[in-house]
Nanobody, 121 residues
Framework: QVHLVESGGGLVQAGGSLGLSCMSS??????YGWFRQAPGKEREFVAA???????SYVDSVKGRFTCSRDYSKNTVYLQMNNLKPNDTGVYYC?????????????????WGQGTQVTVSA
């Protein structure tokens, strides 16, 4: 079992920054992913990071978001800069046992409870 707890969400103006954290406990995990879900929309992939540190991002956040992990703290981070109103949503941390990142939610077995990010215009 893996337990994931996200933190760091909040309200920010467009152009601002927020940093999300996801603390993991339990068995070792190969790949972590970040997903988000806006009101009335389907959940979408945002970013992922593998055990080796390789990252992948959805095109809309490339150059603005950075995913990283601290192995000693079992924590994954999502630094979000130059935020836009379209980035608003509930952000979820997820864990996959695969060694390669996937953009599909079905590849992730464990999920956190989510943290709200609201970007005002």
């Amino acid at each position: 079992q893996v337990h994931l707890v996200e933190s760091g969400g909040g309200l920010v103006q467009a152009g601002g920054s927020l940093g999300l954290s996801c603390m993991s406990s339990g068995r070792a995990v190969s790949t972590y992913g970040w997903f988000r879900q806006a009101p009335g929309k389907e959940r979408e992939f945002v970013a992922a990071i593998t055990w080796s540190g390789s990252t992948s991002y959805v095109d809309s956040v490339k150059g603005r978001f950075t995913c990283s992990r601290d192995y000693s703290k079992n924590t994954v981070y999502l630094q979000m800069n130059n935020l836009k109103p379209n980035d608003t949503g509930v952000y979820y941390c997820a864990a996959s046992l695969l060694t390669t990142p996937s953009t599909k939610g079905t590849a992730y077995v464990y999920w956190g409870q989510g943290t709200q990010v609201t970007v005002s215009a």
